[in-house]
């Protein structure tokens, strides 16, 4: 799933009109709604997040609390949309963790855009390369203790759609569909995807069992403690 946002209508100047007799009633203005940006096509916005920044020390200090604040949010939408259904979940960090609450609960809630800013400032310097695999999604590469990895164009695309798919059995069946085309010299069958899977792993060297064979079903990627991935936008393509 994917997040977008909303942009306010923009304002129009508008000159005071003269006043005329006229029998028809004249029509309400009616401001435009705001627009939801960065929803791509195919998709359709289901709903919306919206973020609270707030400790309970604060909320007491305001007079209120965290459950009063929920409950008046969620009374409001019943009033403005009886049909809608709502969510609340609350945001846990450590005391005296510090920022601002807000990036603290968008943090904690797993908002992509808060999670990339974040990787970026943990990973000031990209080309220092610590040790372990990295897969470089974005620069179409992977490195394993600092030194790339010899792959195929077809190997990293193989594990990049593992990667991206993280936790999910693929079949061997979708990994031919999603991979080859049909007027690929080479016709795949389960076969090619065991050669190539193959392939990977002795490329991987001490790391191959990042890739997973379910057995019966296909193959799976699981994030592991000696693996980062590093890539411009949000993981799955499967969840956004």
Same mark, same amino acid.
């Given at each position: 799933? &994917? ?6 209508? @923009? ?16 029509? &309400?203005?009616?401001? @435009? ?5 960065? #929803?791509?096509?195919? =998709?359709?916005?289901?709903? %919306? *997040?919206?973020?609270?920044?707030i400790d309970e020390a604060k909320a007491a200090a305001e007079g209120t609390s965290l459950h009063r604040l929920v409950e008046a949010i969620k009374q409001l ?8 259904? =709502? ?6 960090? @450590?005391?005296?963790?510090g920022g601002r609450d807000v990036d603290v609960v968008r943090l904690a809630l797993q908002d992509p855009a808060a999670l990339a800013k974040h990787r970026q400032?943990?990973?000031? /310097? ?6 372990? *695999?990295? #897969? ?14 010899a792959l195929t164009y077809k190997e990293f695309e193989l594990l990049q759609y593992l990667v991206l798919r993280e936790g999910r059995t693929i079949d061997r069946?979708?990994?031919? &569909? ?12 389960? !076969?090619?995807?065991?050669?190539? *899977? !193959? ?9 191959? /069992?990042? #890739?997973?064979?379910? !057995?019966?079903?296909?193959? !799976? %990627?699981?994030?592991?403690?000696? *693996?980062?991935?590093?890539?411009? &936008?949000? @993981?799955?393509?499967? %969840? %956004?």
């Open positions: 799933m &994917s997040i977008a946002q909303l942009s306010p209508a @923009p304002l129009t100047a508008t000159r005071p009109a003269r006043a005329e007799l006229s029998l028809a009633p004249a029509p &309400s203005a009616v401001a @435009p709604a705001p627009r939801i940006r960065a #929803v791509p096509e195919g =998709t359709e916005a289901r709903g %919306f *997040v919206l973020y609270v920044g939408t019943a009033e403005l949309a009886p049909s809608a259904q =709502t969510y609340a979940a609350v945001a846990l960090a @450590p005391q005296g963790s400032l943990d990973e000031p /310097d990209a080309d220092r390369h610590p040790a372990g *695999v990295i #897969v470089d999604i974005s620069r179409k590469r992977v490195l394993l203790d600092g030194d790339a990895a069946a979708e990994l031919i &569909s999603s991979l080859w085309s049909a007027d690929e010299d080479e016709s795949p069958n389960e !076969r090619t995807i065991d050669v190539h *899977v !193959r392939r990977l792993r002795s490329k991987l060297g001490g790391y191959e /069992d990042i #890739v997973r064979t379910v !057995r019966g079903v296909g193959y !799976r %990627f699981d994030r592991h403690a000696d *693996v980062s991935i590093r890539q411009a &936008s949000t @993981p799955s393509p499967d %969840f %956004f």
